[in-house]
């Protein structure tokens, strides 16, 4: 099914953190169709101001219930104005936009940091019941708010933080060495800073194990005509971020 325009009502939204609410919307048309790695172009306010949508990924979608969740922070204008929306409230969604991750693996390793842990956690619940493991990267305890969500769907969830008020002092991937030394996985799928993603792709490149990652950046139009979120291929070719991917294999696009 093709991206759809989709009036959703509030259902929920909840605070996780001091800086980072959980929207579920009743939009059964988008969810309907959703799939893990695509995004929704949000409307945030019942106005033309701020003119931009803005995208968020898709933490989850129940197709039987109708509804979509997404996980933000609020960093800016238009997420303090998304803040304010209540249970009953519309927002005109356009979705769901973007390429999605590949699911054909046996044993798959997850690796997020930061908010890029929200498309990671709906991922996990489709690779149910497979083995998933995850390593969860931010910066500090009060910024952990994803071990709880992602327990019920993962054997078991590696915690760093930078500094050190839970789990392991430091970045995900000072634990992922050690992972892919000890596991049998075969395929990483990583979202988070670009640094941490080209640290990944280096190290699983290292262990000859498939890796998709999901790129994050500011996008405009989010279909992928105003050329504005484009990156540099591996090939030299430029690539839309909204439309070709957000997920691509990381020798696409990572050094």
């Not at 493991?133 to 708010?145: C, D, F, K, L, P």
Request: with cysteine; proline share 7%.
């Amino acid at each position: 099914m093709s991206k759809q325009m989709e009036q959703a009502g509030v259902v929920s939204h909840l605070w996780l953190a001091s800086t980072i609410k959980m929207l579920t919307l009743r939009a059964p048309v988008i969810a309907q169709c959703a799939e893990p790695g695509q995004f929704i172009h949000m409307r945030v306010a019942d106005s033309y101001h701020p003119l931009l949508r803005r995208p968020f990924s898709i933490a989850d979608a129940d197709p039987q219930a109708g509804t979509i969740s997404i996980i933000y922070r609020i960093v800016g204008a238009g997420t303090e104005l998304l803040a304010k929306v209540k249970d009953g409230d519309q927002v005109n969604c356009l979705g769901p936009l973007g390429k999605a991750f590949e699911l054909n693996c046996h044993k798959p390793l997850l690796v997020g940091g930061g908010m890029g842990l929200a498309p990671l956690l709906f991922l996990a619940r489709r690779l149910c019941p497979r083995p998933v493991q995850v390593i969860s990267g931010g910066r500090t305890a009060a910024e952990m708010v994803w071990p709880a969500l992602f327990q019920p769907l993962c054997e078991n969830v590696a915690i760093t933080t930078d500094d050190g008020s839970v789990g392991r002092r430091g970045v995900t991937t000072d634990l992922l060495p050690k992972l892919l030394t000890d596991g049998q996985f075969d395929r990483i799928y990583a979202c988070g800073p670009r640094p941490m993603l080209i640290g990944v792709a280096e190290i699983t490149k290292k262990f000859k194990i498939s890796c998709q990652v999901s790129l994050e950046e500011h996008m405009a139009c989010g279909i992928g005509a105003c050329l504005a979120c484009t990156c540099s291929g591996t090939d030299g070719l430029r690539r839309k971020i909204c439309s070709d991917g957000p997920v691509f294999w990381a020798e696409e696009v990572l050094p």
